[in-house]
């Protein structure tokens, strides 16, 4: 699978006139670039301006550059931007499968099959009518992943996706999200506080503030 | 929408100036001058009907809202709220007259309260005479308006406190040594106030311009200015129109009065209670708040359900004598009175109310939708949503006739549904906007960066995440627009018969027992409604764990 | 951030929507109505025009038994005549005078809603000299002969005010006093005697306040009795010597009030509020305009079956019930048909049916075969309960109507704020 780069072009974000952060590279296809540094710094504004959804608050400049595609002025839906939040958020009204169809775009053909080949990827096989209310917090991680991926993204963006994983299941996720994104060579930005994050994802970090 | 909902209260508040200060050309007036006023301000008792509607409509705000947050307050966090909660919803759905009628059966001197002590106690054979109802300062009115605003002030709250976490806040303070209640009063309050402040204004406008509570038991010599209103645009006297449009006048300045006044006494509340708060008590009255919040609610509730319950008794009651504590007899009899009149008006209400929600809950939705959408802060204009509950009714309403009038629209189901949603759009917005605000914005955000479209978003997701406050908002539009009586009888040109119009109609010649089956069916389907609001969502979710119960 | 919204074009256009469906709703209900007013001199051609009509006869709803008259005649003038009625059932008459006022204001002078309304005294006074009313038609319907009025020329007056065919008679009705012979042997003799009876039995009756038309018309009743010439009565009010006219009934009124239930500090609101407090003991003794109001309610078991109605002596206020027509009104034709029927043999006896009296025949039976004759005097009712039958010479005329407000307003400055 051949992947894009996102390239992040003189980004300036700033909160009711006060300077937050400045960003400027370039991520290519199946690497992770993390950034770090304190609460209240921007890190998930920067994120959020990025995916196409920076409250109206917050005004930001630079480009957002997708392979040579400008998403600057795409809704957030057309950017192809994945997003993994801290929590897995599985739609709550919708069954283990319906949230992975949800995924799936209506224009590409089997979209059931794709949806039992996710969750047979993840060793879920035969859950794909679970309430997602019944899953194990591990469950739901990878669940939530396979979503991620069946929505094909060019370029995913993670928000602290571990620090809410019980120790012993941290580093188990960790490795499947990373080895996955690397496989489907998609450039991937992680905002952590952890570094054991920062280390497991084998890129370059940035610390910002 | 904001035009749609204010415009026609002002064009039937202009229509009202111009007969006010005496130019009504239909009726041969057309020097226009200041002589209606001198006539209104030189008639007997003006005064004294005019301050019974400014007391009332600062003292019910007042009790009601003392008595919803001592009882939040003492029962923060324990299984009391979520009981209540289920309680209040049914009991709001009750219409304010039905409440009144079964107020005054309990309290009066033939009522059930001193049947239950005679003759064995009081030695009473015959009623004792007593003045209790239509007492002169309206207390007794008070009490039954109170009754009926605590239900609906204590389900505002409820809707709002989620967003306060308030059980942090109160752990926060009991940490530093504050007795629960006290935490409670000094931590969320406050937090809590603000967000009550638009049902507030809602109440101080009901109860200073309320028509059937006052009319079944306020004080009658002389009567709240609202109830004057109505007799004098009523009158055979047609000149007395003049004088009626200048009392609706007066009626709108008093309730802006009353608001204005209610906005400075916050300030100086405010001031003495944060004088309070930052004294420093941390247990001194926990005793006795605890024990009043929970009594004073338990008392009014009980009461509100005795009332009802009496209604019910009333129904099937035959001959009950004073002072029999039950019917000698029971019959059908009312039941069969009323029975054939209701099945055509109830296909009118039922269609009327489906029409107005329907419409109010599309209005309201688009608008936050599109708020959502756009990111932005709730506008500031949105507060004008609620003019149509700030401006009595009798104040505009005449006025909003004239202009259906004068654009020859013919009277008929469309027109009566249009004046329903000016009072349905308020509260569904009252009550759907909160929860619609609150949902978790990652929701739509996670959609769209799965390729989600806004409007596949909408439909997939936040509709199917908000059928719980939906149907509660409809609930909630269905119960309003069943209550409206005077907005059916004048745009409908009494054509229109709803289950209230011919209520209203039976009653004012009928027996208690009538008017006991009219105000139970009168009840029965916004009661339904919310009935079905808390079990639609239930049962849709049953497979659904963390859909049931947590965005109510 | 884009400026253009969405969802509010998406509003408006709903609302154009509406806009055009119910004007769209409003042409297709539109009413027919004849460019010309139909002629009730030539009546075949009314009762032609009146088929097929629907009519929206407004008339107070608050008696259930009034209610199911109101339904048995338009069963009758739809078989009869092709009339669709619809009673719309009012629970104040002046509601339907609103509307009359609002579309005149708005220039609706041919398409009304209100096609026939059932009006009498202060409200016809109202409709009648603001022009509001059609006519003259009333004299010239076919069953107006059976009113004799030539014999009986009180139908040609309403509170002394000429009718001049802008209305037709209906029904009679009289003031009777009720009383509960459980708690009391002897009722009073009339108004004057009430006071006298008061003071033996405090707190055993009261009345209904003004603005209520039963407030007005004891009060009316008391002066007539209370005055030593009532002539000045049946002209209208003059300032001058209303205080003089009227002292007798505030000295008489001053020294009641204190023997009434509540000491007088709170009256009911109307007939209905009074005959519930009868119903619970609180009073032994009321008032009714209805004649048969007290023995409607022992049949509903509303009311014991130890009460018994009384004429006052020295003759009991009565009027009549009159149907009207507004100017405006989409369907005259129809209504006059209706007004025609409410006068026939048939409806008038059916009113006075002791299983559901509605009031007292209008028409004269002296006129009558004596066939029909017999019938009314069969039905007449020989309940415990009833009224007493009431002779012509019983009657006290009502005075002149502005007696009726100015009576009013005096009592609200005497009373109504203390």
Not at chain 1, 111 to 134: M, N
Not at chain 2, 293 to 318: E, N, P, R, Y
Not at chain 2, 358 to 378: C, D, F, I
Not at chain 3, 261 to 268: D, I, T
Request: proline residues 7%; hydrophobic residues 50%; contains cysteine.
């Amino acid at each position: 699978m051949s992947g894009v780069s996102l390239t992040l072009k003189d980004i300036q974000i700033s909160l009711h006139g006060r300077h937050l952060l400045q960003v400027n590279t370039r991520i290519e296809p199946g690497a992770t670039l993390t950034v770090m540094g304190p609460s209240g710094i921007g890190k998930s504004s920067l994120l959020a301006y990025i995916a196409g959804f920076l409250a109206s608050d917050f005004s930001a400049s630079g480009e957002i550059l997708l392979g040579e595609r400008c998403l600057n002025s795409l809704p957030a839906e057309q950017r192809g931007v994945g997003l993994l939040f801290q929590d897995p958020l599985l739609f709550p009204h919708l069954s283990v499968a319906q949230n992975l169809l949800f995924a799936v775009s209506r224009h590409v053909s089997h979209r059931q099959q794709q949806v039992d080949q996710a969750l047979e990827a993840v060793g879920l096989q035969g859950f794909g009518d679970r309430d997602p209310a019944t899953l194990s917090g591990g469950q739901k991680a990878r669940v939530a992943l396979q979503r991620l991926l069946l929505s094909q993204p060019k370029a995913v963006l993670l928000d602290e996706p571990f620090s809410r994983l019980d120790a012993h299941l941290r580093q188990e996720i960790r490795q499947h999200v990373f080895q996955t994104l690397r496989d489907a060579a998609l450039p991937t930005i992680l905002v952590t506080h952890d570094v054991e994050d920062a280390a497991a994802s084998g890129g370059p970090v940035i610390t910002l503030g | 929408m904001i035009a749609l909902l204010t415009l026609p209260v002002l064009a039937g508040l202009s229509a009202i100036l111009l007969p006010a200060f005496g130019y009504l050309p239909a009726l041969q007036h057309d020097e226009p001058g200041l002589m209606v006023w001198r006539e209104l301000f030189t008639t007997p008792g003006i005064g004294r009907s005019a301050w019974l509607s400014l007391s009332a409509a600062l003292l019910t705000p007042l009790l009601s809202l003392t008595l919803v947050m001592l009882f939040l307050a003492s029962t923060s966090g324990t299984r009391w709220a979520s009981a209540m909660r289920r309680l209040v919803a049914p009991l709001l759905a009750v219409p304010h007259a039905a409440a009144a009628f079964g107020l005054a059966f309990l309290i009066a001197p033939s009522g059930l309260m001193f049947r239950l002590v005679s003759p064995e106690l009081s030695g009473w054979q015959r009623p004792p005479d007593l003045l209790i109802l239509n007492d002169s300062l309206g207390l007794t009115m008070m009490l039954g308006l109170v009754l009926k605003e605590i239900p609906f002030l204590l389900l505002m709250a409820l809707a709002a406190l989620p967003q306060l976490n308030a059980d942090q806040r109160v752990n926060m303070a009991r940490s530093l040594g504050y007795r629960p209640i006290l935490a409670w009063l000094w931590t969320v309050a406050p937090a809590l106030y603000p967000l009550l402040r638009l049902p507030l204004f809602a109440v101080i406008a009901f109860a200073s311009a309320t028509v059937d509570v006052a009319l079944i038991l306020g004080p009658t010599l002389p009567p709240t200015l609202s109830v004057r209103i109505i007799g004098w645009f009523s009158d055979p006297d047609l000149n007395q129109r003049l004088l009626a449009s200048a009392a609706a006048l007066l009626q709108l300045m008093i309730t802006l009065s009353a608001i204005g006044v209610w906005i400075a006494a916050e300030k100086i509340v405010a001031g003495l209670y944060r004088a309070l708060l930052l004294s420093g008590n941390r247990r001194q009255g926990h005793a006795v708040l605890n024990v009043l919040g929970k009594s004073l609610m338990v008392i009014t509730l009980g009461t509100l359900l005795i009332s009802l319950m009496l209604l019910v008794v009333q129904a099937f009651a035959g001959t009950w004598r004073f002072p029999d504590n039950l019917p000698a007899t029971w019959t059908l009899q009312h039941w069969q009175t009323v029975g054939p009149l209701l099945l055509a008006p109830l296909g009118n209400t039922l269609l009327l109310g489906l029409l107005s929600t329907a419409l109010a809950v599309l209005l309201v939705v688009a608008v936050l939708e599109h708020e959502s959408r756009q990111g932005r802060k709730p506008a500031q204009i949105l507060w004008a949503i609620y003019i149509p509950l700030l401006v009595p009714q009798v104040a505009f309403l005449y006025g909003l006739t004239l202009l259906l009038e004068q654009l020859r629209w013919q009277p008929g189901l469309m027109m009566v549904g249009f004046a329903h949603s000016l009072f349905v759009v308020p509260y569904v917005y009252l009550s759907l906007a909160e929860p619609y605000r609150r949902l978790d914005p990652r929701w739509q955000q996670l959609a769209a960066t799965l390729g989600a479209s806004p409007n596949r978003t909408w439909w997939h997701i936040k509709l199917p995440m908000l059928l719980a406050p939906l149907a509660t908002a409809f609930a909630v539009g269905l119960a309003v627009s069943i209550g409206q009586y005077l907005a059916t009888l004048l745009t409908g040109a009494g054509r229109v018969t709803t289950l209230t119009t011919e209520a209203v109609a039976l009653a004012s010649g009928g027996t208690r027992g009538t008017i006991a089956v009219w105000a139970l069916l009168q009840a029965a389907i916004p009661m339904l409604g919310f009935a079905m609001a808390l079990m639609l969502p239930r049962f849709w979710w049953r497979k659904r764990r963390d859909m049931t119960g947590q965005l109510t | 951030m884009k400026k253009t919204c969405p969802t509010l074009i998406a509003i408006s256009s709903i609302f154009s929507w509406l806009g055009a469906l119910s004007l769209v709703l409003a042409s297709g209900t539109g009413t027919t109505f004849a460019a010309q007013a139909p002629d009730p001199s030539d009546w075949d051609a009314v009762v032609a025009e009146a088929r097929d009509q629907p009519l929206f006869f407004y008339a107070w709803g608050g008696d259930q038994l009034t209610n199911d008259y109101l339904a048995w005649v338009g069963q009758r003038v739809a078989a009869d005549y092709g009339i669709r009625m619809t009673h719309v059932r009012l629970s104040d008459t002046a509601d339907a005078v609103s509307r009359i006022l609002a579309e005149k204001q708005a220039g609706n002078t041919d398409r009304g809603a209100v096609d026939m309304l059932w009006i009498n005294g202060d409200n016809f006074a109202s409709l009648k000299t603001n022009d509001l009313l059609f006519g003259p038609w009333a004299e010239q319907l076919p069953n107006f002969v059976w009113v004799n009025a030539d014999a009986n020329p009180d139908v040609r007056f309403d509170f002394t005010l000429p009718v001049e065919g802008y209305e037709s008679p209906w029904l009679r009705a009289h003031l009777v006093f009720y009383y509960d012979s459980a708690y009391v042997s002897a009722p009073p003799a009339n108004v004057a005697a009430l006071l006298n009876w008061a003071q033996e039995h405090p707190g055993e009756f009261t009345y209904p306040r003004p603005p209520d038309f039963l407030s007005a018309t004891f009060l009316k009743q008391a002066l007539l009795e209370l005055v030593a010439d009532s002539a000045p009565l049946y002209l209208p009010v003059q300032e001058t010597s209303f205080e003089a006219i009227t002292a007798p009934l505030w000295q008489y009124l001053d020294a009641l009030h204190p023997l009434l239930l509540r000491q007088g500090r709170s009256f009911p609101a109307n007939g209905p509020e009074l005959r519930r407090l009868m119903a619970d003991g609180e009073i032994a003794l009321a008032l009714s305009f209805n004649p048969t109001e007290a023995v409607n309610s022992v049949l509903r078991n509303e009311l014991p079956d130890s009460v018994r109605t009384h004429l006052p002596d020295g003759g009991a206020l009565a009027n009549v019930s009159f149907v009207a027509i507004p100017y405006n009104a989409s369907h005259k034709a129809a209504a006059m048909v209706t007004a025609n029927f409410l006068l026939s043999v048939e409806a008038q006896l059916r009113a006075q049916n002791p299983q559901y009296p509605v009031g007292m025949p209008v028409i004269d039976l002296s006129v009558l075969t004596a066939q029909q004759q017999a019938q009314f005097a069969d039905s007449r009712q020989s309940h415990p309960s009833a009224p007493p039958l009431m002779s012509g010479g019983q009657q006290l005329q009502e005075p002149h109507p502005s007696w009726m407000e100015a009576l009013e307003q005096a009592w609200i400055a005497r009373y109504g704020s203390r």
